[in-house]
T-cell receptor, first 115, second 114 residues
């Protein structure tokens, strides 16, 4: 099956700094990728849709200036958490749908801890 | 709007007992449905998928789910629970919004007692 690689798998940063998370489709092209956030003991909530060559689409309540998304190529999307605060600590997961397929392929997730 | 509802945030069964995790969907078009499993501090693993083929979907590790249009359900079952089945299970629907995006249910935590 298709593989989506997410990096880093975990990161600890100081409050006020920015953190970049990468999501790569390894063996297929993805014009669209999705970013999810999962708080402890909760479900995955869609944050935004990353579109190659255009602006990302954010879900209601997600601050676009705080969560910067860049879809630089057909195989790479990045999520930058700017000026991170402890409440941003969470598990972030990206996904990319297979070409013409309803099945999504998920990255391994990134555990962000802001101290 | 399409969505999924998982009934029961926690399910506890004894080892060897039947596992039943409930999922109902709402959709105005034929849905694409999935079950994912998440072990503690790990990512998601696809368990089962329904994409308009056979209504009963089986996996080698004993889990299966049956798509029932009349009941708008896609419940996950396993005849005999094993301790290693303890995890969080998410039912999900895939929406075609110019590209497919996945929307998750709230999740059900499965506990297996010895």
């Amino acid at each position: 099956g298709a593989v989506v690689s997410q990096h880093p798998s975990w990161v600890i940063c100081k409050s006020g700094t920015s953190v970049k998370i990468e999501c790569r489709s390894l063996d297929f092209q993805a014009t669209t990728m999705f970013w999810y956030r999962q708080f402890p003991k909760q479900s995955l909530m869609l944050m935004a849709t990353s579109n190659e060559g255009s602006k990302a689409t954010y879900e209601q309540g997600v601050e676009k200036d705080k969560f910067l998304i860049n879809h630089a190529s057909l195989t790479l999307s990045t999520l930058t958490v700017t000026s991170a605060h402890p409440e941003d600590s969470s598990f972030y997961i990206c996904s990319a749908p297979g070409t013409g397929s309803p099945e999504a392929f998920f990255g391994q997730g990134t555990r962000l801890t802001v101290v | 709007a399409q969505s999924v509802t998982q009934l029961g945030s926690h399910v506890s069964v004894s080892e060897g007992a039947l596992v039943l995790l409930r999922c109902n969907y709402s959709s105005s078009v034929p849905p694409y449905l999935f079950w994912y499993v998440q072990y503690p501090n790990q990512g998601l693993q696809l368990l089962l998928k329904y994409t308009s083929a056979a209504t009963l979907v089986k996996r080698i590790n004993g889990f299966e789910a049956e798509f029932k249009k009349s009941e708008t359900s896609f419940h996950l079952t396993k005849p005999s629970a094993h301790m290693s089945d303890a995890a969080e299970y998410f039912c999900a629907v895939s929406l075609n919004t110019g590209g497919f995006k996945t929307i998750f249910g709230a999740g059900t935590r499965l506990f297996v007692k010895a």
